[in-house]
């Protein structure tokens, strides 16, 4: 398999099926995304870490979100104009609010799969967001469309291998339940970028720990983030009570660290250029 796609037969609702749901779960945790994205700062640091020397007209970027990117390119870029996208209703709301004294951003409702405000951009940005998307590929080839030539594009994005121990322990509890979907590896995303007709001129890989309090507090962050209820999370049907009860006292037992427990995050962050 070189991309993420419906052409995998992973995907069993439309395109625009699983657009509403990933941009309805993340509309519900627009309060509470902050509270617990370590991860996603990390990568969103990541992200800038690796921007070259430059001073861009005009950026795009990708999955917004809440802002942790979007706040840190401005520190960057103090002047340049910003077109935010992010398909959560609730998420653009939030961050409005949230940035309402930075007048150079424009926070916009699209799919970064299908967005084209009309112009290209010297400089894409993303971060924590291309990993939902149902075609990886589709999405990489609109946003090298989007570039201008010689353009820049910066991405930061979860692979698989992310929370990796509870999917893991969700298979050895509920093997009928397994989710549809699994995140992108680092070779489909390299394979997707590549066939776009990106050139990677830089690239890295990480893999991160992150503790927590015990195995309820894991759970409870993990919702509250949005990442529960979507393809790569939830399996054909929710678990029971027992089965619930059962996994959170065996990821206690099981990934116990440092008086919590752990959980992993596999993350590639690749500077591009077209």
Avoid at 5 to 24: C, D, F, H, R, T
Avoid at 51 to 70: D, R, V
Avoid at 78 to 86: F, G, K, N, R
Wanted: aromatic content about 8%; overall charge negative; some cysteine.
């Amino acid at each position: 398999m070189d991309c993420i796609g419906p052409e995998n037969g992973a995907i069993s609702v439309s395109k625009s099926g699983e657009v509403l749901m990933i941009g309805q779960r993340f509309s519900a945790a627009a309060e509470t995304y902050d509270r617990h994205a370590r991860p996603q700062l990390a990568l969103a640091q990541s992200v800038v870490s690796m921007l070259p020397e430059m001073y861009p007209a005009q950026i795009l970027e990708l999955g917004a979100g809440t802002g942790q990117l979007t706040r840190l390119l401005v520190e960057r870029f103090p002047e340049v104009l910003i077109d935010a996208i992010d398909m959560a209703e609730k998420m653009v709301a939030h961050s409005r609010v949230k940035f309402a004294k930075q007048p150079n951003i424009n926070w916009i409702v699209a799919d970064a799969q299908t967005y084209w405000g009309g112009e290209r951009y010297p400089l894409i940005a993303s971060s924590s967001a291309l990993h939902w998307v149902a075609d990886l590929r589709e999405t990489c080839e609109n946003i090298f469309q989007c570039l201008e030539p010689s353009g820049t594009f910066v991405l930061g994005i979860m692979l698989q291998g992310t929370l990796k121990e509870l999917h893991e322990l969700r298979q050895e509890i509920a093997p009928e339940k397994t989710p549809e979907r699994t995140l992108p590896t680092y070779e489909e995303t390299v394979a997707c970028l590549a066939a776009a007709g990106f050139r990677i001129e830089r690239k890295k890989r990480s893999t991160e720990q992150i503790l927590y309090p015990d195995a309820k507090a894991f759970l409870q962050a993990i919702h509250e983030q949005g990442v529960t209820g979507g393809k790569v999370s939830a399996g054909n049907a929710p678990l029971t009570r027992n089965e619930l009860s059962q996994f959170v006292a065996d990821y206690q037992e099981t990934y116990a660290s440092n008086g919590g427990v752990f959980a992993s995050y596999e993350t590639a962050t690749f500077l591009l250029t077209k």
